[in-house]
């Protein structure tokens, strides 16, 4: 059985040809990034932008608790990505972001059998702290869910020499 082209084996061939918002789009050719934890939760990218993302996302049958709605933790880590995905396109290389805080409003119920919107947005940008937030709206345009999210730049996966080039710094202590 062929494993799976996650972004840990695609970034080699990538990573230092193209700037973090090119990196996503070409990763989620097809539409779908390919995470397997994004094919868990099944959303597809239609945009993407420097600081900025725009997922589709219908609610999988198995990510609806028992009151036939989608459960909350889910919404958590769609929200999560679309707000990391805001930030590491913002740079000039792509690099993955580690969660450090994460703030979720659930403001109402979020229904299978539609499509929703999810946006993520680049609020602030530093060298070692990001802030994004993420909104999930509903067909009409209503916010359902939404979060604020501090980042950081996970450095472990940028090889130190491309640190400079990546926006990260000089290659210094992490």
Do not use: K
Not at 39 to 59: F, H, K, N, T
Not at 94 to 106: A, E, G, I, K, R
């Amino acid at each position: 059985m062929t494993e799976p082209r996650t972004v840990e084996r695609r970034a080699p061939e990538l990573w230092g040809e193209v700037d973090g918002a090119r990196f996503i789009a070409d990763l989620a050719r097809g539409g779908t990034w390919d995470a397997p934890h994004a094919q868990l939760l099944g959303y597809r990218i239609v945009a993407v932008s420097p600081g900025r993302i725009e997922l589709d996302w219908e609610v999988p049958e198995a990510l609806l608790n028992p009151a036939g709605i989608a459960h909350g933790g889910f919404l958590v880590a769609l929200l999560d990505d679309a707000a990391g995905l805001a930030v590491a396109s913002r740079y000039p290389r792509f690099v993955p972001q580690l969660t450090v805080q994460l703030t979720t409003d659930f403001l109402a119920a979020v229904p299978p059998g539609v499509t929703h919107r999810v946006e993520g947005t680049l609020v602030r940008g530093g060298r070692s702290t990001n802030v994004a937030d993420a909104v999930l709206r509903s067909p009409d345009g209503a916010v359902l869910t939404r979060c604020t999210g501090i980042f950081q730049p996970n450095r472990a996966v940028v090889p130190r020499e491309h640190w400079h080039e990546a926006g990260l710094g000089s290659g210094g202590p992490a």
